[in-house]
């Protein structure tokens, strides 16, 4: 059972326009289909959890990779899954509880990256349409982050 510790502060507010994130072509339904859609959150799920950040995650791993999944099949062109099974998405409230700082959002996203590399041929992934995805994994992470970097996250100035 997952144990989340409270909060000592209120949640932080990353400097992102959320509107600024561009969503991905939803043409990648199409190419994948959502056997591929779930197959991917799968695998990317297989890496979370032996990571740093398994904490933050249900657990029960296969379904919380199947509730991602949902959202990911209706965000790139399919049906709303995720909505018709859980509610509407509110992805930044849902992940409110845990502190996500900017390591476990370099975590997450490096996972995610890794899960990409051979997604053309292993998922049927639209090649076309990679970087652009990867993109918005970009901004959706770091919109997702609710704890203000430290001076351990800035880099120094040279």
Do not use: C
Request: proline letters at 12%.
């Amino acid at each position: 059972m997952r144990v989340i510790p409270p909060r000592s502060e209120p949640p932080w507010t990353p400097p992102i326009d959320p509107r600024s994130v561009v969503a991905p072509s939803r043409d990648i339904y199409a190419a994948m289909g959502e056997e591929n859609i779930f197959a991917m959150l799968a695998d990317f799920y297989v890496r979370l959890e032996t990571s740093s950040i398994r904490w933050m995650f249900a657990d029960d791993m296969r379904e919380a990779s199947r509730r991602s999944a949902a959202f990911f099949v209706g965000l790139l062109g399919g049906p709303p899954l995720y909505l018709e099974r859980y509610g509407r998405p509110m992805m930044r409230a849902r992940h409110l509880p845990f502190p996500i700082d900017p390591a476990a959002r370099g975590i997450w996203l490096s996972l995610f990256l890794e899960t990409l590399e051979d997604a053309p041929t292993r998922y049927r992934f639209p090649a076309q349409h990679l970087d652009g995805f990867k993109a918005f994994l970009d901004g959706f992470s770091a919109w997702m982050m609710n704890t203000a970097p430290t001076e351990a996250d800035t880099p120094a100035s040279p």
